[in-house]
């Protein structure tokens, strides 16, 4: 029994040590997340603000919560994918000096992503209502992947920014910044200001 017992050992250990061993481990690629996006319906929001859009109706409608938010400061928040657009709006006034210091704030915010971001590139966009856009993509891993700005250049201002609030790196999310960035052309497309 006793010789049975050790011969039985001495073929387990030479078994463990062939050709299936550390040695030749081979580990898995590293996976992403998987993202079931569905496709969009818009609806219009409520008119209690100077501007009105539509936008996705996954997402949800909540009041800016930071301590120096505005009145008018929202967010369009996308629980599925712990996403949100935060939305800032301030009026011009028909001041031209007030006009180009949220300007000037706004691309301060963009720039400040150059130390993470590998390229940052703004288009500027006619949209169907006659007014322009500036629409900016940060690649990196960066906190806001798109942000963008528009004007009627006399009475409002509006600057949006997508975030995440996940660690999980830009380049698994890029199916999700992609869908989020076609409803935030939807939004400017859809965009009409208030009286």
């Not at 798109?146 to 997508?162: C, E, Y």
Request: charge should be positive.
């Amino acid at each position: 029994m006793l010789r049975y017992s050790l011969a039985l050992f001495i073929g387990l250990v030479l078994a463990a040590c062939g050709s299936n061993s550390a040695d030749n481990y081979v580990p898995k690629p590293k996976g992403f997340p998987r993202f079931d996006l569905p496709t969009p319906s818009y609806k219009l929001l409520e008119a209690t603000h100077p501007y009105q859009f539509e936008y996705n109706s996954i997402a949800r409608i909540l009041p800016d919560t930071f301590a120096k938010a505005e009145r008018d400061w929202i967010f369009i928040n996308y629980p599925a994918y712990h996403a949100s657009v935060q939305l800032t709006y301030k009026p011009v006034n028909n001041d031209v000096n007030r006009l180009r210091a949220m300007l000037d704030d706004s691309y301060k915010l963009a720039a400040r992503h150059n130390i993470k971001a590998y390229a940052i590139e703004e288009k500027k966009l006619r949209l169907k209502s006659g007014l322009e856009a500036s629409v900016i993509d940060l690649s990196g891993e960066v906190p806001s992947q798109v942000q963008f700005i528009t004007t009627d250049s006399t009475k409002h201002f509006l600057r949006g920014a997508l975030y995440f609030n996940t660690a999980t790196e830009n380049d698994s999310l890029q199916p999700v910044i992609q869908y989020i960035r076609k409803d935030i052309l939807h939004l400017l497309n859809t965009l009409k200001w208030r009286k």
